[in-house]
C-alpha cells in the first residue's frame, strides 16, 4: 500500500474552518468527510472509501484536489451535465417550433428533413441518432402510418380489384 500523500499544514487550517460552515449538498459533505476522516481519525483510504460509499479512486482524487486546490474541492461538482451538447434545451424548442406547426396540421414529418435543417443550422454534419434524441428529449415520438389495416376483409379487397361488388 503506497503512502497518503502528507496534507500542508496551512491546508489542515482551512478544513477546520470549512468544518463549521453549512453543507448544501450531500455530495460536498462526502467530499469534506474524504478529508476530514483521514486528518481526524487518521482513518486510511480503503476505510473512508467503505465509509463514504465511495471508490478509493475517487477518495484519493478528492485528496489530491484538496491539497491543490484547497476548499474549493469540495464545492466543485463535476458530475452529471450535457457537456457535449449541440445546442441549450431553450435552442432545441425554438429549432423543433416549425415542424411542431407542420405536424399540426397532420402532415408527416421525416426525420431526414430534419436531420438536414439540423445540419444547416449548426455548419456541420450530425448522425440520425442525435435528432431522435432531440425529438424523445421533447417528448416527440415515432409515429409511423398503418400500410394496412388490422381487421381488413382480404377477400373483399381481392373482389374490389377485380370490379366485383363488396356484397355479392
Not at 460536498?28 to 481526524?40: G, H
Request: aromatic residues 8%; glycine residues 8%; proline residues 4%.
Amino acid at each position: 500500500m503506497r503512502p497518503p500523500i502528507p496534507i500542508p499544514e496551512h491546508r489542515i487550517d482551512e478544513l477546520k474552518n470549512f468544518h463549521k460552515n453549512k453543507w448544501d449538498d450531500s455530495c460536498e459533505l462526502q467530499r469534506f468527510l474524504c478529508v476530514w476522516l483521514r486528518v481526524a481519525q487518521n482513518m486510511s483510504t480503503q476505510e473512508i472509501a467503505r465509509a463514504v460509499g465511495w471508490h478509493v479512486n475517487t477518495v484519493r482524487g478528492t485528496q489530491r484536489d484538496f491539497i491543490a486546490n484547497g476548499t474549493e474541492a469540495f464545492g466543485e461538482e463535476k458530475r452529471g451535465g450535457r457537456h457535449h451538447q449541440l445546442m441549450t434545451i431553450e435552442e432545441e424548442k425554438r429549432f423543433l417550433a416549425p415542424f411542431a406547426e407542420r405536424a399540426g396540421d397532420a402532415s408527416m414529418l421525416v426525420a431526414n428533413e430534419i436531420k438536414e435543417e439540423l445540419e444547416k443550422q449548426l455548419g456541420r454534419t450530425v448522425h440520425k441518432t442525435t435528432v431522435y434524441r432531440i425529438l424523445r428529449r421533447h417528448g416527440w415520438r415515432k409515429i409511423t402510418p398503418r400500410t394496412k389495416h388490422p381487421k381488413q376483409n382480404k377477400e373483399a379487397i381481392e373482389g374490389f380489384k377485380k370490379g366485383a361488388s363488396l356484397n355479392g
